[in-house]
C-alpha cells in the first residue's frame, strides 16, 4: 500500500470516529448520513458538522465516511438513512432489484474522469483504444458513468475496447506514476493526486465535456438517495437535511473552495501534500463540484439520460419510475 493510500485510510478511519461519537441534544432527532470516504463527496458532510448546520437545522447527523465498495451495500440494507454517495444508475439498478430507494436532491457534478499522464500522447478516448486502463471496478458508478458517456459521445464500448486493470481508488494514483496503466478513471480527491504525481490532465472530464456534448446537461456523480418510504416518514428531516447542505455547499462556493484548506477537511480527505490540495481547489473551482439545482427540467433531462442508457444496454435495460423525486411533490411543501 502506498503513503498516500495508507495516509487516506488511516484520517478516513479517524474521521468516522470522530463524527461517530460525537453527542449532541438528546431530544434532536438523529439522521444518519453517508458519502464515501477519500472522495470530495464527503466534503459537504464535513462541513456540516463543522460549522454545527445539522443542529441549527434541527437534526442530530450521525455521518459515516465509508469505503468506496461497500457504501452501496450498506444504505441498501438501512445502516443509513440517507446516502450522499449513491447515484442515479445505481437508484435505477436497485429499484428494478425491488429497494424502493429514490434521488430526492443532486449533490455532485462529476467531479471525474479519465485521467493521463502529462507526457501521454493521447487527446481523446479513442486514442486509449487497446492501451491498458486502470479502474476500480466495472459496476462503480465512476466507471458506469465513463463507460455511457464515451459510449455517447464517441460509439465505442471501453469495457471491450480498453484493456483494464482492475484495484482501489487509492491504488490508482501509484499505478498511474509507475507506468502500468496508460490512463485511469477515478474521482476526486484521486484525480487532483493522479495529475500531481504524474503532471497529468483530464483526457475526458466527464461533466464539463459531456455538458458542453450536450448543450447543458449532465448527470451526478452523487445524489441525496432514501429509501421512499423513510422520506414519507420523515419529511421535516428530508427537508432539513436538505437545508444544511444548501447551507454547506454555499459556504464552500463563498470561500471559493478555500474552505478545504481547513485541517478537518484535509484529514476527512487524507491528502498529505499541500501541492495535492492546491490542484484539488483549482479543479473545484474550474468544475464546480456541487449543486442544487433540482427542477422538472434537469429531472427530466435525468431521466432522458437513463432512457439513453437502457437504448443502448450497456449498464442498465429499463427505467423504473420513481428514480428521481422532488420532495414538494412526494411528501408536500415544508411545514405542510
Known sequence: MSSISKGKSVAAASVIALMATGVLA?????????????????????????????EKHGFNGVFDLLPSDSAAQNFLIGNSDIAMDNDIIGVSIARTEGFDVTAFYPVGNLYMGIVVPGDSEAETPEDLIGMNVGHFGADSGTTMFIRSIVQEMYGFDVLEEYNFSQVGPAALVPLLESGDVDAIF??????SEAMLATGGRYLLQAGSDYAEFTGGFAPWITNMVAHTSW???????????????DEAIAIMSESGY???????????LGITSPEVLDVL?????????????WTPEIIEGGY???????????????????????LEDLVGEPGA
Do not use: C, H, K
Open 281 to 293: 481547489i483549482e479543479n473545484a473551482s474550474t468544475f464546480d463540484y456541487f449543486t442544487n439545482e
Open 26 to 54: 438528546q431530544d434532536v432527532p438523529e439522521v444518519r448520513i453517508q458519502a464515501v470516504a477519500g472522495s470530495l463527496g464527503g466534503v459537504p458532510l464535513m462541513v456540516m458538522q463543522a460549522e454545527g448546520l445539522d
Open 231 to 245: 422520506l414519507e416518514e420523515n419529511p421535516e428531516l428530508a427537508y432539513a437535511v436538505r437545508d444544511a447542505y
Open 258 to 268: 478555500e474552505i478545504l484548506r481547513e485541517e478537518y477537511i484535509v484529514s476527512g
Open 304 to 326: 432522458g439520460f437513463l432512457e439513453g442508457l437502457a437504448e443502448e444496454g450497456l449498464v442498465i435495460t429499463e427505467v423504473p419510475e420513481g428514480v428521481m423525486v422532488r
Open 186 to 191: 477515478n474521482f476526486e480527491s484521486y484525480v
